[in-house]
């Protein structure tokens, strides 16, 4: 992901939800699209739609690979 | 019982002097009548004309040490294993290095074998670690786990 933005760290405006995170992020990387990735907020993986409030902490997370 | 977040994470390859010093560490626990050890080893995998060199981990080390605090408390009671110890190698790890190792110990086989069985499974799919494959060439891919 770092390689296809070439931003480990990005910064959002005011974001209100995780859905809405995701539109903006594949409007600005539109390869991101075909990237299988999950979100994770505050180090918690989340399922659906989650609201985004002021110092949390959000993660993108392709494919997990490890071992 | 409750245990604290252990780290798993080890700078550089797992030595087999250090799996060495853990299996003797367990000579003082005498209700323990079996162990079962698993080791990952980085496989130079041939990939059109080149090889595989080594595989750089990179983890979200907060998240990992978490989802791991979580499948300790799940696994131990489940099995009742005595004990269960779980490392993971961070960056460079050269092909034929051992990257991963999980050691848990029961008072019979079945359970230390199963346990450990989980836990390289739920390693493997549910911490936020992820591998680079990099090649003798320099180039470089994502790795990809299979299924087994």
């Known amino acids: ?67 | 019982m409750k245990h604290q977040v252990k780290n798993i994470f080890i700078d550089g390859p797992i030595e087999p002097a250090f799996i060495a010093e853990k299996i003797a560490a367990h000579q003082t626990k005498t209700a323990i009548g079996g162990h079962s050890i698993f080791m990952g080893q980085v496989r130079a995998d041939l990939m059109e004309d080149k090889r595989i060199a080594a595989i750089e981990y990179t983890a979200y080390t907060d998240m990992a040490l978490q989802m791991m605090h979580g499948i300790r408390e799940t696994v131990i009671p489940k099995y009742q294993l005595t004990c269960m110890h779980v490392y993971h190698s961070l960056g460079k790890i050269a092909a034929g290095q051992i990257c991963f190792f999980v050691f848990t110990s029961a008072p019979h086989r079945k359970a230390a074998i199963d346990g450990c069985s989980e836990i390289v499974e739920r390693v493997k799919s549910e911490l936020p670690i992820w591998g680079k494959e990099l090649f003798d060439d320099e180039s470089f891919q994502w790795k990809v786990n299979q299924p087994l």
């Open chain 1, 1 to 67: 992901m770092k390689e296809l933005t070439g931003n480990a760290e990005l910064i959002f405006g005011q974001v209100p939800d995780t859905d809405q995170l995701k539109k903006e992020l594949i409007s600005s990387f539109p390869q991101l699209e075909k990237l299988p990735f999950l979100i994770a907020v505050d180090k918690e993986l989340i399922q659906t739609n989650t609201p985004i409030t002021d110092g949390q902490e959000l993660a993108l997370l392709p494919p997990y690979s490890g071992g």
